[in-house]
C-alpha cells in the first residue's frame, strides 16, 4: 500500500516539496542527546567532570538551535508556539505525566525482583492489568473529554495519579506484590484520564496554523520523557544502592521510595500546571 501510495496520492493532491533543516536537527539531537548524559552522570555525584561537559554541550546546542530557527527560512520547528502560555503549562504537563508512566513502570518491576526476591516473570505481570484497564478505558475518557470538556477528565485524572503516587511512596518500604498491582492500577487510570487529553487541550490552545508545530513538540516531550524518567529514576536509586550500611534490597526499597517522593512532587506540579493552563484559557476567552 505504502509502494502504491508514492505513485497515486500526487494525482490528487497538489504536491509542494519543503526542504529539511537537516543542520537543525542535528543540533536539537545533539542537545538532547547530551542531555541524557547529563543525567546519566548524576549517580556519579555533583563534582563528576563529564557531568558539566555535558551540561554544557546540551545547553551550547539548545542555544545555536534556537539562534538557527529564527534564524532559518527552513524551519524545523516555529517557536512561536512557546509565545502561547497555556500551551506550555499543558506541554509541561503532558512532559510530567509520561515521565511518571515510564519511570514508574522501570521502577517497580526492578522492586519486585529486587526487594521481593520475586521472578521477572513477577515483575512484568504486575504491571498487566494497569495496562489492560489503560487500553480497555481511554476511549471512554476521549468520550468523556468531548462531551463535558477538559476539566474533568485533565483534574480527576491528575488527582487520581497524585494519591497513588503518595501511596508508593507511604509504602515503599513494605510493597507488596498485591498492593503494586492495586496502587498502580489507579497509577494508570488517571494517566489514561489525563493524558491524551492532555494533549488535546494544550492543542486548542494554538491557533490551526501552529498546531502541526504544537503537535510536534507534543510527540518529542513524550519520546523525552521517556528517556529522562527511566534515567532519573534509575540515578535516584543508584545512588541510594550505593551508600551501604544495608542489604543491597534494602538500599533498593530506600532508593524506590525516594524515588516515588520525587514522583509524588512531580504529580502535584502537574495539576498546578492544569490550574495555570485553565486560568490563562479563561483569561483569553474574556
Request: proline share 2%; aromatic share 12%; hydrophobic share 50%.
Amino acid at each position: 500500500m505504502f509502494i502504491a501510495g508514492l505513485f497515486v496520492v500526487g494525482k490528487y493532491h497538489d504536491q509542494k516539496k519543503n526542504g529539511f533543516d537537516w543542520l537543525s536537527f542535528i543540533v536539537l539531537a545533539g542537545a538532547f542527546t547530551c542531555l541524557i548524559l547529563v543525567l546519566n552522570q548524576i549517580s556519579h555525584g555533583l563534582k563528576n567532570i563529564y557531568l558539566w561537559v555535558f551540561l554544557i554541550l546540551s545547553i551550547t546546542l539548545l542555544y545555536i538551535f534556537i539562534k538557527l530557527s529564527k534564524n532559518s527560512t527552513k524551519k524545523l520547528l516555529n517557536l512561536a508556539v512557546f509565545k502561547q502560555r497555556a500551551f506550555v503549562y499543558g506541554a509541561i504537563a503532558y512532559f510530567l505525566l509520561q515521565f511518571i508512566n515510564i519511570g514508574t513502570s522501570f521502577v517497580l518491576p526492578n522492586y519486585v525482583q529486587i526487594v521481593g526476591h520475586q521472578t521477572s516473570l513477577v515483575g512484568g505481570l504486575i504491571l498487566l492489568p494497569g495496562s489492560i484497564i489503560a487500553g480497555v478505558l481511554n476511549p471512554l475518557f476521549g468520550n468523556i473529554y468531548d462531551h463535558v470538556g477538559a476539566k474533568l477528565p485533565l483534574f480527576l485524572g491528575g488527582t487520581t495519579l497524585a494519591i497513588s503516587c503518595v501511596l508508593f511512596w507511604l509504602f515503599g518500604l513494605h510493597l507488596t506484590s498485591l498492593l503494586i498491582v492495586i496502587v498502580y492500577g489507579f497509577l494508570m487510570l488517571g494517566h489514561r484520564m489525563a493524558f491524551s487529553n492532555t494533549m488535546a487541550e494544550s492543542l486548542n490552545c494554538q491557533p490551526q496554523s501552529l498546531r502541526v508545530d504544537a503537535t510536534a513538540v507534543c510527540q518529542t516531550s513524550q519520546q523525552l520523557a521517556g528517556s529522562v524518567g527511566t534515567t532519573i529514576m534509575a540515578s535516584i536509586i543508584a545512588v541510594w544502592q550505593s551508600k551501604g550500611g544495608a542489604s543491597y534490597a534494602q538500599l533498593t526499597a530506600q532508593g524506590s521510595q525516594a524515588a516515588f517522593g520525587f514522583t509524588s512532587l512531580l504529580s502535584i506540579i502537574i495539576l498546578i500546571s492544569y490550574w495555570r493552563m485553565f486560568k490563562l484559557e479563561n483569561k483569553k476567552n474574556n
